[in-house]
């Protein structure tokens, strides 16, 4: 059994959290909200965790649990989206930033594990509950895609921004 703080624990993947609720709601606000509710789920936890990393797998399923939550919520489905020209202080703002935040969110979710967070395709089935020849798709379409939306931006055409 792994044994572990709090604290440490938050230090540690509050960033990876974080990004991966940005990536799937586009929202800074939605992601600090739902970034609060994984760690007060794993303070209310007594969940046993064999290692740091079955910890990380528990934080980002519960992250894209807490993310599908939200998209399901009556209070979401009613609520209008922000004006597309304000700017967040701690947005990211690289075109590569933008094309992502264009996929749609299966792709944008998958290229987020698997590249920023370094999980395998089986490791991304087993979080997603997806099968892996899916998740395999999901990545090479999600790569076109963005391949795609990175030549608009270089040559102009995608200027548009989310």
Request: hydrophobic content about 35%; some cysteine; proline content about 1%.
């Amino acid at each position: 059994m792994y044994r572990y703080t709090y604290d440490d624990i938050a230090d540690k993947y509050i960033d990876t959290v974080y990004r991966l609720a940005l990536s799937r709601t586009k929202s800074p606000e939605n992601a600090e909200d739902i970034t609060q509710e994984v760690f007060l789920k794993l303070m209310q936890t007594n969940k046993k965790f064999d290692s740091e990393e079955h910890v990380k797998a528990w934080l980002l399923r519960v992250t894209i649990n807490c993310t599908k939550d939200l998209f399901l919520s009556s209070w979401f489905r009613k609520t209008e989206a922000l004006d597309d020209n304000l700017s967040f202080e701690h947005e990211e703002k690289s075109d590569l930033y933008y094309a992502l935040m264009r996929l749609p969110q299966k792709y944008r979710t998958v290229i987020h594990l698997h590249y920023y967070e370094g999980y395998s395709v089986k490791e991304i089935a087993d979080m997603t509950k997806t099968a892996e020849g899916t998740v395999k798709s999901q990545l090479h379409r999600g790569r076109d895609m963005l391949k795609s939306l990175m030549r608009e931006e270089v040559s102009g055409i995608g200027r548009e921004r989310i």
